[in-house]
């Protein structure tokens, strides 16, 4: 089993900045990636950025893309998602994934364990 507690949603300004965490517990050592997905109001999960444990790739959906940065942090077993510029349409309950897999980077199914989310409101 793992854990995921994401921390750092709140409110924020457009144009200004927001950094999200991750921390992972548990047999992290199955995990190939660290991804978050994010939950507009009333519309479906979606994909936002993924990142391999060993840091070789990450990968970004294009409506976030030179904005947001996913990093990792293998000694602490932490994921961040670093907002710059976030927009209005950013706001969303933000959740953080993890999997065994080697497939489906941007595929919800394809994930095995999730946070319970934390909540990011960008104000115009």
């Known amino acids: 089993q793992v854990r995921l507690v994401e921390s750092g949603g709140g409110l924020v300004q457009a144009g200004g900045s927001l950094r999200l965490s991750c921390a992972a517990s548990?047999?992290?050592?199955?995990?190939?990636?660290m991804s978050w997905f994010r939950q507009p109001p009333g519309k479906d999960r979606e994909f936002v950025a993924a990142?391999?444990?060993?840091?070789?790739?990450?990968d970004y959906a294009d409506s976030v893309k030179g904005r947001f940065t996913i990093s990792r942090d293998t000694a602490k077993n932490t994921v961040y998602l670093q907002m710059n510029s976030p927009k209005p349409e950013d706001t969303a309950v933000y959740y953080c994934?993890?999997?065994?897999?080697?497939?489906?980077?941007?595929?919800?199914?394809?994930?095995?364990?999730w946070g319970q989310g934390t909540q990011v409101t960008v104000s115009s």
């Open positions: 994934t993890t999997t065994g897999k080697y497939w489906g980077i941007r595929d919800s199914d394809s994930y095995d364990y």
């Open positions: 548990g047999r992290t050592f199955r995990s190939s990636r």
């Open positions: 990142i391999s444990w060993s840091g070789g790739y990450a």
